[in-house]
């Protein structure tokens, strides 16, 4: 899976967010920290913090870490992780995880909420 560099790819692209089964919705995520990868560069890193405030998560923290971000999440560190940023179509095949809630939210400012 490779990620596009280039300012206007990141418009097509969502964010995979997997986050623990008590998590309902992205504005449960206000005031949490979030693991992300440390291969997504810091424009990345911005639009995802301004793709996650548009769906309700009013303030979160992204963090990078060593370890990867699902890792983070599993071991409790965070309380979601970005694990990746893909096409719409890509993120419409991401395959459901036992135990975890996953979120699309689009990079792109659309009127429709994220996709639970």
């Known amino acids: 899976m490779s990620v596009p560099t280039l300012d206007a790819s990141l418009d097509a692209l969502v964010a995979v967010l997997v986050a623990g089964p008590d998590v309902k919705s992205i504005s449960e995520l206000t005031g949490k920290i979030i693991a992300i990868d440390d291969r997504y560069s810091e424009l990345s890193i911005g639009r995802v913090r301004t793709a996650m405030m548009a769906a309700g998560a009013l303030e979160v923290q992204l963090s990078k870490g060593q370890t990867t971000a699902i890792n983070r999440l599993v071991s409790k560190e965070v309380s979601a ?15 459901e995880l036992a135990r975890y809630k996953i979120f699309q939210i689009p990079l792109k400012s659309r009127s429709s909420p994220a996709k639970p």
């Open 81 to 95: 992780a970005v694990v990746g940023l893909v096409s719409a179509s890509a993120a419409d095949s991401f395959p």
